[in-house]
C-alpha cells in the first residue's frame, strides 16, 4: 500500500507531530496507533508530502522534518500554502470577510433551491427542503449579528448555538491570524522556509497554491434532500463552509501585496539554495492588483534558476469571476492593462527546454466579462521546447499567426494536446485547426469550446456550440481518413 502523505492527515495531528518528529521511533510507533488514518500505513509513519502554512506552528513542523536524522529522507513533495489572513478586528475587514460568508450561504442555498424545483417532490421531501432553508437562514442571521461587533456585547436573545458556533469558528480564524503575523513579524518566514527545504535530499516536486480547502462539499445533484438536510445540519460542515469562505476571500485589503512578494521570494530562495525540482505547480487565486506581482529582473531570473531542471510545469490563475465591485475589487477594464505583470511571472516560470509537459491556465473568468486581454505569445517565453510532449492550454486568447510559431517549435516532439475554452482573434477557427495539423506525432487531442473569429463561411461564435463538434474537430487535426475540417 502507498505510504500516508501527511497533508491528508488533520490539520491538528499535523502540529502535534511537531514534538514527535523529534523523538525516537517508539515515539513515531505511538503515533501511529493514536490516529486511525494512519493504521493502514505500510510502514511506520512514512510520508512523502509535506503541507505548509505561512504560520508558527507549520513552519516548525517543517524545521523539525528537515532537521529529523530520518523523516527529512522521505520527503518528495512540498505543498505551501500561500494563504494570508485578514484582520477581523478591523472593521472594514470584518465586514468584507462577513459578507463573503453570507454570499457563500445563498449560494448554496440558490444552488439547493434550483435542483429542489427541478422536479416533482415528495410532502417529507418538501419539510426537508423548508428545513435546510431554516437553517441556512439561521446562518445567515447569525452572520449578522456578529457584523457589527463581539458576539459578548450581543443581547441575551441572540444567545443562539448558530450564533456562538459563527462566533467560535470567526475565534478560531482569528488565532490564525495572530498566529500567522508572529510568524511573520521579523520577515525570516522565507529564509526559514528556504533553509528547510535546502535539507530535503529527495525534494523532486514543489507546488504553490492558496488556501486549504477543509469542506468535504457534496454533490447537491446525485444526493438526496434528506442528505443535504443533514449534511447541513451539522455545526462542523457549517464552520467549515466559513473558514473556506474566509481563506479563499482571497488577498483582499493590505495583504495582497505580502503574498505577492512572498511569492515573488519563494522562487529566490530556490535559487539561492540550489534547489531545482523536477515538477513545479502554481494555482493562485486571480490577482486584485496584478501590478503587485510584477518581477522585477532578478526575480525573474530566480525563476528561470528554480525551473531549468523541472520536466512538468504547470501555471493556473483562478477565479476571475470572484471580482465583486462592492469588495473595492478592481473592475475589468481597470485590470486589462496590468496583464503583463502576470506574463512577468509566465515568461520566466517556462523558459526551459527540459519541459515535459506544460498547463497555462487562467480560467474561469465571468462569462459576463471578456477574458483578460494577454496575449499567448505574451504570456510564453520565446524558446524551445525539444522535449515537449504534453500541452495543455486553458481561458487563454491568442491570434491565428502565433499558432505558427508554436507548432514549429514543437512540431515533432508534442503527442497530447488539451484546449479549453480557448478565444481566437485575428483569425478563424477554419485556419487555426489547419495550422494545429502541422503537429506531426500529435495522438490524443480535446478542443472544448473555442470561442472568438469566424470559422471560414462568415458565422459568428453565436453559432459555434451549435455547430461545433470536439469529436470531429479532433478526428480532423489528428489526419485521419475521410475527415474534413468541420469549420468549412
Not at 296 to 312: L, M
Not at 319 to 339: I, N, T, V
Not at 428 to 443: C, H, M, T
Request: with cysteine.
Amino acid at each position: 500500500m502507498a505510504s500516508q502523505t501527511i497533508e491528508k492527515l488533520p490539520p491538528e495531528l499535523l502540529i502535534h507531530c511537531c514534538s514527535y518528529l523529534k523523538g525516537s521511533i517508539a515515539d513515531i510507533r505511538n503515533l501511529r496507533r493514536s490516529s486511525k488514518r494512519l493504521c493502514h500505513a505500510s510502514s511506520l509513519f512514512l510520508f512523502d508530502t509535506l503541507t505548509v502554512r505561512i504560520s508558527t506552528k507549520s513552519l516548525s513542523a517543517l524545521e523539525a522534518v528537515s532537521n529529523h536524522h530520518f523523516f527529512h529522507k522521505l520527503v518528495t513533495t512540498i505543498k505551501l500554502s500561500l494563504c494570508f489572513y485578514g484582520d477581523i478586528q478591523d472593521q472594514l475587514s470584518r465586514i468584507g470577510l462577513i459578507s463573503e460568508c453570507d454570499h457563500r450561504f445563498r449560494s448554496i442555498g440558490l444552488t439547493i433551491t434550483r435542483i429542489f424545483n427541478s422536479t416533482r417532490r415528495t410532502a417529507e421531501e418538501v419539510e426537508q427542503f423548508n428545513r435546510i432553508q431554516v437553517r441556512i437562514s439561521d446562518m445567515k442571521f447569525a452572520l449578522a449579528s456578529l457584523e457589527m461587533g463581539a458576539v459578548e456585547a450581543r443581547p441575551p436573545s441572540l444567545s443562539s448555538s448558530p450564533v456562538q458556533m459563527m462566533a467560535n469558528t470567526f475565534d478560531v480564524y482569528n488565532d490564525r491570524f495572530v498566529d500567522q503575523q508572529a510568524a511573520i513579524e521579523d520577515d525570516t518566514h522565507l529564509k526559514r522556509i528556504g533553509a528547510a527545504m535546502s535539507k530535503l535530499p529527495r525534494l523532486h516536486s514543489f507546488e504553490i497554491f492558496g488556501n486549504i480547502e477543509t469542506l468535504n462539499e457534496i454533490d447537491y445533484r446525485s444526493c438526496s434532500i434528506a442528505a443535504t438536510m443533514e449534511w447541513l445540519n451539522s455545526d462542523e460542515v457549517c464552520s467549515n463552509i466559513v473558514l473556506d469562505a474566509l481563506e479563499s476571500r482571497g488577498q483582499k485589503f493590505s495583504h495582497e501585496q505580502r503574498f505577492a512578494g512572498t511569492f515573488n521570494g519563494i522562487f529566490v530562495q530556490l535559487s539561492e539554495h540550489k534547489i531545482f525540482p523536477f515538477r513545479l505547480s502554481v494555482e493562485l487565486n486571480a490577482p486584485k492588483r496584478p501590478l503587485f506581482f510584477q518581477a522585477d529582473q532578478a526575480q525573474q531570473n530566480a525563476i528561470r534558476s528554480a525551473v531549468q531542471r523541472a520536466e512538468h510545469l504547470s501555471f493556473a490563475v483562478r477565479w476571475w469571476s470572484k471580482q465583486r465591485a462592492e469588495f473595492d475589487l478592481l473592475l475589468p477594464d481597470m485590470f486589462y492593462p496590468e496583464m503583463p505583470a502576470l506574463a512577468s511571472l509566465t515568461q520566466p516560470f517556462f523558459d526551459t527546454e527540459s519541459v515535459r509537459s506544460m498547463t497555462l491556465d487562467i480560467h474561469d473568468y465571468s462569462i459576463h466579462n471578456d477574458p483578460p486581454c494577454i496575449y499567448l505569445s505574451e504570456l510564453l517565453p520565446d524558446c524551445q521546447w525539444p522535449q515537449l510532449q504534453e500541452l495543455s492550454l486553458t481561458g487563454l486568447t491568442f491570434q491565428e499567426q502565433e499558432l505558427w510559431q508554436i507548432v514549429a517549435r514543437i512540431r515533432n516532439s508534442l503527442t497530447i494536446l488539451d484546449m479549453d475554452g480557448l478565444r481566437i482573434y485575428g483569425g478563424n477557427w477554419k485556419n487555426a485547426f489547419q495550422i494545429l495539423r502541422g503537429l506531426d506525432n500529435l495522438e490524443e487531442v480535446s478542443c472544448r469550446w473555442p470561442m472568438g473569429g469566424e470559422y471560414g463561411s462568415g458565422s459568428h461564435e453565436d453559432d459555434l456550440v451549435f455547430r461545433f463538434s470536439e469529436e470531429a474537430v479532433c478526428l480532423y487535426i489528428l489526419k485521419e481518413p475521410d475527415f474534413e475540417n468541420p469549420f468549412g
